[in-house]
């Protein structure tokens, strides 16, 4: 079974900074894209930022500069280092990855149980 497990989250003052961290755990054979959404109350859930296996990212236009997402294949862990952080930052925040659990299989997405983040002073 694959297991996502967030961490990293919390209060902090506008202007403040977080970083998230997302490890996989369980049987995996191969890990291709990974990344962040958020899901603030009454609002859909978005794309924050994305990380390929070959280490290309892609970041929502409301974080572009701000925030910076990576990750470590050797750990199956991926980070999100939050800077000027805003209000309207505050959600839950969930990671993803694109998970193969044999050779040969097709990937699943993942899903981690999602992190609070809330910025207000």
């Known amino acids: 079974q694959v297991q996502l497990v967030e961490s990293g989250g919390g209060l902090v003052q506008p202007g403040g900074s977080l970083r998230l961290s997302c490890a996989a755990s369980?049987?995996?054979?191969?890990?291709?894209?990974m990344g962040w959404h958020r899901q603030a109350p009454g609002k859909e859930r978005e794309l924050v930022a994305a990380?390929?296996?070959?280490?290309?990212?892609t970041y929502a236009d409301s974080v572009k500069g701000r925030f910076t997402i990576s990750r470590d294949n050797a750990k199956k862990t991926v980070y999100l280092q939050m800077s000027s952080l805003k209000p309207d930052d505050t959600a839950v925040y969930y990671c993803n990855a694109d998970i193969a659990v044999r050779r040969w299989a097709t990937t699943t997405k993942y899903w981690g149980q999602g992190t609070q983040v809330t910025v207000s002073s």
């Open positions: 369980g049987i995996i054979y191969s890990i291709n894209d």
């Open positions: 990380i390929s296996k070959g280490l290309v990212t």
